[in-house]
């Protein structure tokens, strides 16, 4: 895939209209209060709208938040966003009372250059996910003639739905400055990685990583697992590993990548110890035990302290770590220490250290990490596709550079 896009520096928006594709799917406070819990996502897109509005263009921003299915639920209107966009802009963020309705289209037309506007949640019309073609086209016809295309979301690049892949095919498309980022870091450390390439590969489960390591097999030059899914290569490998997280369909698996990494001449490393307790809770009593030594009535909840050393040792002289999934069941502090050892190994190499993954990301920011780490992907799955080596349909629909 190429990677190679035309950004919002490629192109010229003075004095046009430009769709811009936020990701604005921020948490909202349970209580019906439309207060945003956490706007972080809003200040990320503060970059590529200030940079076009400075540009003189004229700005149509659009978004999803939650699962409306094509029900108009009031709960999940952006126009909480457009007043806390408002706040940080420090300008009126016109809110339009729907999509692509009467009031889109005359908020639009009468929009002009320097002025921001925000579009009904998208996903208020089943013609978004189902990229209906008819809905991309009234969309890119808010822009009018000579619109331009501004993809920032790359929580949904991923998926190809009508705001993020269909919309392209009407007018002319590039990233903003958050796709831009998280294209050059990791798409340059897939393609180019600076070497030695160390991926570190934990979380829940193998089943939901296959991609993930499969891919990096053929890029890394060290991978390293832990989490969850360690267990299912302990098992694989004869080991016993009591009530620990097991995914028993995936052990020939989970053999097949220990033999192609050996082929591949890329060393793989496993835990070789574990922290275990008898249940999962975050009180629970812990003892270190030899990896594939787990008593029959524990489960491991974390990597051990040798392990820690190893992967730490790894890490100290790589050129690039990309790192996805957590070490052990971190929401719990008595099992977050080799996750947290991780990080701060992490956050003392000189290597472009690269963070992707909801839970690995959340991680990283709770203990403390974040902005020790060169990047840390704004998309959750977005950015294991990405590591899976998937087309992103989001990017594909943007010109090349
Ligand atoms: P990411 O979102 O970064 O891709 P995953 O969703 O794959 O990561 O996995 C994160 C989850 O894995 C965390 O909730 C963590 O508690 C869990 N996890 C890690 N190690 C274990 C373990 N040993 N047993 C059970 N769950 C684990
Ligand atoms: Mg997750």
Redesign the pocket.
Known sequence: MNYNKKTVTDIDVKGKKVLLRCDFNVPMAKDGSGKITDDKRIRAALPTIQYLLEQGAAVIACSHMGKPKGEWKPELSLAPVAQRLSELLGQEVIMAKDIIGEDAKAKAAALQPGQIMLLENLRYDKGETKNDPAFAKALADLAGADGVYVSDAFGTVHRAHASTAGVAAYLPAVSGFLIQKELEIIGGALANPKRPLVAIL????VS??IGVINNLLEIADTIII???M??TFSAAAGGKVGT??LEADWEEYANEMVKKAADKGVKLLLPVDTVCAKE?AADAESMVVPAGQIPDDM????IGPETVKLYCDAVADAGTVIW????????FPR?AKGTEAVAEALSKTDAITII??????A?VQQLGYADKMTHISTG?GAS?EFMEGKELPGVAALLDK
């Open positions: 934990g979380g829940a489960k939901s990583k832990g989490g969850g360690s267990y620990s997280l999962f489960m491991g909840l974390d996805n999934g957590p070490m052990g069941v971190f929401e099992f992707g993954g909801g839970d690995s990301a991680a959750g294991l």
